[in-house]
């Protein structure tokens, strides 16, 4: 079952350790109206489902559970790094990644 808008809101928000107050601050709504959206009462608009995501500093897709895949700011930056480089380069990158990724999956095996 994946979590509705309010509840990972909810979640997250906790995770962060902000007050719905503070929540609501920092996207410009009272903390009143963050509530009302972690129960699902109402659902934000675009812009504001935006700036909620990025106070809490997950995608827009995780906020709204549309991927499970959570991405941290610095996993984003890098990602975006990669994915500004020429063909050549970003091969080389991911078949350093891919070599990571089977080593360490290999060893977990072993473990």
Same mark, same amino acid.
């Given at each position: 079952? !994946? ?17 719905? *107050? ?7 709504? &009272?903390?009143?109206?963050?509530? +009302? %959206?972690? +129960? /699902? ?7 504001? *489902?935006?700036?909620?995501? /990025? =106070?809490?500093?997950? !995608?827009?897709? %995780?906020?709204?559970?549309?991927? &499970?895949?959570?991405?941290?700011? =610095? ?7 990669? &994915?500004?480089?020429?063909?050549? *380069?970003? =091969? ?5 990644? /891919?070599?990571?990724?089977?080593? %360490? ?5 072993? &473990?």
């Amino acid at each position: 079952m !994946s979590m509705t808008l309010g509840h990972q809101m909810a979640a997250l928000r906790k995770k962060k350790g902000l007050s719905q *107050a503070e929540l609501g601050k920092a996207v410009g709504t &009272s903390g009143d109206i963050i509530g +009302r %959206y972690e +129960r /699902d009462e109402v659902k934000p608009s675009i812009e504001v *489902a935006m700036k909620i995501a /990025d =106070t809490l500093e997950v !995608s827009l897709d %995780y906020l709204v559970g549309k991927t &499970s895949l959570e991405l941290d700011k =610095t996993t984003l930056k890098r990602i975006e790094e990669v &994915s500004k480089l020429p063909a050549d *380069a970003k =091969t080389q990158v991911f078949m350093v990644i /891919d070599a990571l990724i089977r080593d %360490y999956k290999a060893k977990q095996a072993y &473990s």
